[in-house]
Nanobody, 117 residues
Framework: QEQLVESGGGLVQPEGSLRLSCAASGITFSRYRMGWFRQAPGKQRELVATITNAGTTTYADSLKGRFTISRDNAKNTVYLQMASLKPEDTAVYYC???????????WGQGTQVTVSS
């Protein structure tokens, strides 16, 4: 059974840092582009970052320099390191997996990140 499980969300003060993790199971991890999306209240889900098996990354332009995506293929885990967090980064963050060829897609259940003093 394919499953993505996020962890690491929580409450953080402005300018703080947080690292999210997403553990994948039931998929051949190396065959999937992994990514993070987020959805703020009242807004559409938006792309945060993606990473290929080879480590090629893409980021939303507005987040470059503050967020870093990485993956550990041995642990079937993808990470999102977030720094200099702002209240507008408050959202539910979702892990995403997309097969390179078959285009199968999977989502995690989401983890809440709240940036507030």
């Amino acid at each position: 059974q394919e499953q993505l499980v996020e962890s690491g969300g929580g409450l953080v003060q402005p300018e703080g840092s947080l690292r999210l993790s997403c553990a994948a199971s039931g998929i051949t991890f190396s065959r999937y582009r992994m990514g993070w999306f987020r959805q703020a209240p009242g807004k559409q889900r938006e792309l945060v970052a993606t990473i290929t098996n080879a480590g090629t990354t893409t980021y939303a332009d507005s987040l470059k320099g503050r967020f870093t995506i990485s993956r550990d293929n041995a642990k079937n885990t993808v990470y999102l390191q977030m720094a200099s967090l702002k209240p507008e980064d408050t959202a539910v963050y979702y892990c995403h997996a997309e097969h390179y060829v078959l285009k199968d897609r999977y989502w995690g259940q989401g983890t809440q990140v709240t940036v507030s003093s």
